[in-house]
Nanobody, 124 residues
Framework: VQLQASGGGLVQAGGSLRLSCAAS????????LGWSRQAPGKEREFVAA????????YYADSVKGRFTISRDNAKNTVYLQMNSLKPEDTAVYYC??????????????????WGQGTEVTVSS
């Protein structure tokens, strides 16, 4: 099982980035998929999650209205569109998946499968 995140980089405040995470080794079509982030010296925090049906999405308050999570089950891929980026969004972003059939969660520890992370740096 492998989750491969990509799309990170350096962007100025107010800019946009789109992160992608491709899953391989198994299908996650019935799994909740999510993104978390970890800034230097801080604990990993939940960012967003999407249900397998794409009907339900959860967001951390800090990113609501700026970030959009989506998924393409045919491609086994989850995306995070990040707009109006702020310096405080600087972090390593990780994609994650829950076991098939488990419900939506905003708890980082609820996610069993993790990608390697992609770094996002927002300059002021």
């Amino acid at each position: 099982v492998q989750l491969q995140a990509s799309g990170g980089g350096l962007v100025q405040a107010g800019g946009s980035l789109r992160l992608s995470c491709a899953a391989s080794g198994r299908t996650f079509s019935t799994s909740v998929l999510g993104w978390s982030r970890q800034a230097p010296g801080k604990e990993r925090e939940f960012v967003a999650a999407v249900s397998w049906s794409t009907i339900t999405t959860y967001y951390a308050d800090s990113v609501k209205g700026r970030f959009t999570i989506s998924r393409d089950n045919a491609k086994n891929t989850v995306y995070l569109q990040m707009n109006s980026l702020k310096p405080e969004d600087t972090a390593v972003y990780y994609c994650a998946a829950r076991r098939n059939g488990f419900p939506m969660s905003t708890q980082v520890r609820a996610y069993e499968y993790w990608g390697q992370g992609t770094e996002v740096t927002v300059s002021s």
